[in-house]
C-alpha cells in the first residue's frame, strides 16, 4: 500500500522557518510528482507548491513565493517543504500528495492529480 509519511511542522515565531518532510513508502518518488496543500481553519484546501519527477519543474501559490522551497531527494524518496519568513496566514494542516506523471508534465494544483496523500502535518505560526 503506498503511503507518504510526513514530518516536520509545529509552532514557530512570525519570521521564523519550518521545515516539512514527505517520504514515500512502498513505491519509488522518482516517476511521481509532489505537491503540498495546506487547510486553514475554515478555508478550503488550497495548493501551495508542487514539483514534477526529476524536479524541471516547479510551482509556486503567489503567497508563498519568495519564501517557500520546494525540493526533491530521490535517493531518499522524500520531498522537502522549506518554510521561511512565516507569517500568522501561513497556520494551516499541511498535507503532501503525489501522483504518476511524466517528467514533461507541469505540475498544477489540481487534487485530482494526487492519489497518494500524507497524514497532515499541522504548522502554527504565532507569537
Known amino acids: 500500500q503506498p503511503q507518504l509519511v510526513q514530518s516536520g511542522g509545529g509552532l514557530v515565531q512570525p519570521g521564523g522557518s519550518l521545515r516539512l518532510s514527505c517520504a514515500a513508502s512502498e513505491f519509488s518518488s522518482d516517476d511521481h510528482a509532489f505537491c503540498w496543500f495546506r487547510q486553514a481553519p475554515g478555508k478550503e484546501r488550497e495548493g501551495v507548491s508542487c514539483?514534477?519527477?526529476?524536479?524541471?519543474?516547479?510551482n509556486y501559490a503567489d503567497s508563498v513565493k519568495g519564501r517557500f522551497t520546494i525540493s526533491r531527494d530521490d535517493a531518499k524518496n522524500t520531498v522537502y517543504l522549506q518554510m521561511n519568513s512565516l507569517k500568522p496566514e501561513d497556520t494551516a494542516v499541511y498535507f503532501c500528495?503525489?501522483?504518476?506523471?511524466?517528467?514533461?508534465?507541469?505540475?498544477?494544483?489540481?487534487?485530482?492529480?494526487?492519489?497518494?496523500w500524507g497524514q497532515g502535518t499541522q504548522v502554527t505560526v504565532s507569537s
Open positions: 500528495a503525489s501522483g504518476w506523471h511524466s517528467t514533461y508534465w507541469v505540475p498544477t494544483f489540481d487534487d485530482y492529480e494526487y492519489d497518494n
Open positions: 514539483i514534477s519527477p526529476g524536479g524541471d519543474n516547479t
